[in-house]
């Protein structure tokens, strides 16, 4: 008989076992890096490396620990954001909130508000793909809610653009798009100025009409972590301007 492998702890828990030496802030950022990278098929493999110098292997095997349980949990509790609630009220300051202006919008209010955003689904183009963009992304639980009111056949349509000014909430929505399969461009930037300052596409962005070795071939691929080219943020500008975002 094959021994059943114990359930994964808490992601939280194991989390703050690393915050014994390190701050729980630099340690949730780590954690979201490493996280980030293994979910991207090997597109962010200098970024993974040179942050994995920091910490030692007994750290790195607590990371991989908090990760497994993350995903355990996710699948428990299908299209919330569940590192951006723990952001918020472990590793985000009262202080940090007020001067950011960072909130967590409840799952509830974000479903609601998907709800009105699509509409009538039959009112979706027939074919082709149907562009979302997300000028100020947080980590994605809106992403999330609009995906979960899409059946797979329209998910996997969706093509989203997530911007945002943290670099954290970045990583954030970077990982719970690509675990949920929704095909996003995350862009580290100001939705307001248009300056921008690195990009990562997700697996399932990433021309997903090619086998999976062949798409992290792919220029975009090729260029994850740098900055949008001038006729990509030209398109997010139109975007932002229909949204009455920018002027």
Not at 55 to 63: Q, R, V
Not at 95 to 106: D, I, R
Not at 175 to 187: A, D, E, S
Not at 215 to 221: D, K, M, N, S, V
Request: glycine share 6%; net charge negative; proline share 8%.
């Amino acid at each position: 008989m094959i021994p059943k492998k114990p359930p994964p702890g808490d992601f939280r828990k194991i989390l703050g076992r690393l915050s014994h030496r390190h701050s729980t802030r630099q340690v949730f950022d780590a954690f979201l890096c490493f996280a980030a990278c293994a979910l991207a098929a090997q597109t962010r493999e200098a970024e993974y490396v040179e942050e994995a110098k920091r910490w030692e292997k007994p750290d790195l095997e607590l990371f991989a620990e908090a990760f497994a349980a993350l995903v355990s949990e996710m699948e428990s509790r299908p299209f919330e954001d569940l590192i951006g609630g723990y952001y918020l009220e472990f590793a985000l300051s009262q202080k940090g909130q007020q001067w950011n202006g960072e909130f967590h919008t409840p799952k509830p209010i974000c479903d609601l508000m998907a709800r009105m955003t699509l509409g009538d689904l039959e009112s979706l183009p027939a074919e082709g793909p149907i562009t979302v963009c997300e000028p100020a992304c947080g980590a994605g639980a809106m992403i999330l809610s609009l995906a979960e009111v899409c059946p797979p056949e329209v998910r996997r349509r969706l093509r989203v653009t997530a911007v945002d000014i943290n670099r954290t909430a970045c990583n954030m929505a970077f990982i719970n798009t690509t675990l949920w399969g929704i095909p996003t461009r995350v862009i580290h930037g100001n939705s307001l100025s248009l300056e921008c300052w690195a990009a990562w596409s997700n697996i399932h962005y990433l021309a997903p009409w090619l086998p999976l070795t062949l798409r992290i071939q792919t220029p975009e691929a090729l260029e994850q972590g740098q900055p949008p080219q001038p006729a990509e943020m030209e398109r997010i500008k139109a975007s932002l301007v229909q949204q009455e975002l920018v002027f």
